[in-house]
């Protein structure tokens, strides 16, 4: 039996540790608001000297002869390829065998979105390629042994961010040529015919920091440098992915990066804004297309294992509250609502984030989505071609 000094030792032991390992995450903490807010200033004084030393260069684009484009990807694991089922039958309408970047003038993204968004508009994929490539990542990434989970959850998560990264710098390799391809699209590697897609991804700054998102770009922005151009394409899709407790957070330029899509599920309000801050607030938008990735928020009513309610009050329902709040902000925006659109179907069951060999019922679920909604796809290409020909009313 333990005596009462071996008890009092231990619970002195314990509280020496917990001490200890406060005082690690509270200088994690403050180490990462230092280097999120140096960058934040690097940021502010590179701008500032840049317009200085280029007095004549306007803050905003050149502004379009025509309504701008806009296509926003929601996150949702596996389940992005609603999105991209839901975007495949659009596009057929609008433009049979064209491709997203052909279209859009800016396509951005969060976590699974975010994926979607580096292929269609920074590797300048067809939908149709972009389908097979996300199956073929998603079997990549989420088909791991239980020896391999173990292993991985004695680091915090359930999936390798390795796995990851190979994956991605497989896609880039396929259609760069190189595993090594920066974020930044750069001008001087495009012929003057090709057409410029910008395009974005979602992150969060800092290790439980709460701090605005963090875009990684594939062009400049007048109003905030960004470090799209310092790093690798798979290094954003890497940051834009990390769903807490599914992957490890990445480092990049010095401060740590983990999935937005608690915060930011639904990226249509940054699209948005993005595009105020790029062509300035009197560029006129055409079309804002908003694609979920299944409506999850009525799976509550249904759990009945308390495994599963856990996770879903952890994730999945804040992902839906942020993606559904989102939604109705846009909706009932008086100056957005005319040009808004978003497709989302709901679901009738729990289907993970990782669950990849639920693919195919995934894609049904978006198939019979179209087909009660074909009138809606109809509508939203009807304008897009309007827009494309700049015959459009807003």
Avoid at 2 to 25: H, I, R
Avoid at 41 to 59: C, F, L, N, S, T
Avoid at 90 to 115: H, Q, R, Y
Wanted: proline share 4%.
């Amino acid at each position: 039996m333990a005596t009462a000094a071996g008890v009092a030792a231990g619970v002195g032991v314990t509280a020496v540790l917990g001490a200890v390992l406060v005082n690690k995450q509270r200088a994690q903490h403050e180490a990462q608001l230092k280097a999120i807010d140096a960058r934040t200033r690097r940021d502010k004084a590179y701008w500032i000297e840049w317009h200085q030393r280029r007095p004549g260069i306007p803050r905003h684009l050149d502004p379009l002869s025509r309504p701008l484009r806009l296509l926003s990807l929601d996150g949702g694991g596996v389940r992005g390829i609603i999105s991209l089922i839901i975007l495949e039958q659009i596009m057929n309408e609008v433009a049979p065998g064209a491709k997203p970047c052909e279209w859009f003038d800016l396509i951005g993204g969060t976590s699974t979105g975010g994926l979607i968004a580096i292929m269609l508009g920074r590797l300048r994929m067809s939908v149709r390629d972009c389908i097979d490539a996300y199956r073929e990542l998603s079997k990549e990434v989420f088909d791991i042994s239980t020896l391999s989970v173990a292993v991985n959850l004695l680091d915090g998560h359930i999936f390798s961010g390795d796995r990851l990264q190979r994956a991605v710098e497989k896609v880039v390799g396929r259609y760069k040529g190189g595993t090594s391809t920066k974020m930044w699209d750069n001008p001087g590697n495009r012929s003057e015919r090709e057409r410029v897609c910008r395009t974005f991804v979602v992150a969060i700054p800092g290790c439980d920091v709460h701090r605005p998102a963090k875009l990684f770009r594939t062009y400049n922005n007048r109003f905030q440098r960004h470090s799209a151009d310092h790093c690798q394409i798979w290094e954003a899709a890497r940051a834009t992915s990390c769903a807490p407790s599914f992957f490890p957070e990445i480092q990049v330029d010095g401060v740590y990066y983990s999935d937005g899509g608690l915060g930011y599920n639904n990226p249509t309000k940054l699209m948005h804004q993005e595009a105020q801050s790029l062509w300035g607030p009197d560029q006129k938008i055409g079309c804002l297309l908003s694609l979920g990735t299944g409506s999850v928020d009525s799976f509550l009513k249904r759990i009945n294992d308390p495994l599963d309610f856990v996770k879903f009050v952890g994730i999945f329902k804040r992902m839906a509250l942020s993606c559904d709040g989102v939604h109705q902000e846009m909706r009932s925006n008086q100056l957005v609502a005319p040009f808004y659109y978003r497709f989302n179907p709901t679901m009738k069951e729990n289907i993970s984030l990782d669950e990849w060999k639920k693919l195919k019922d995934l894609e049904e679920i978006a198939n019979n989505y179209l087909y009660a909604t074909r009138r809606k796809v109809v509508a939203f290409a009807r304008a897009m071609i309007n827009y494309k020909n700049g015959t459009g009313d807003i």
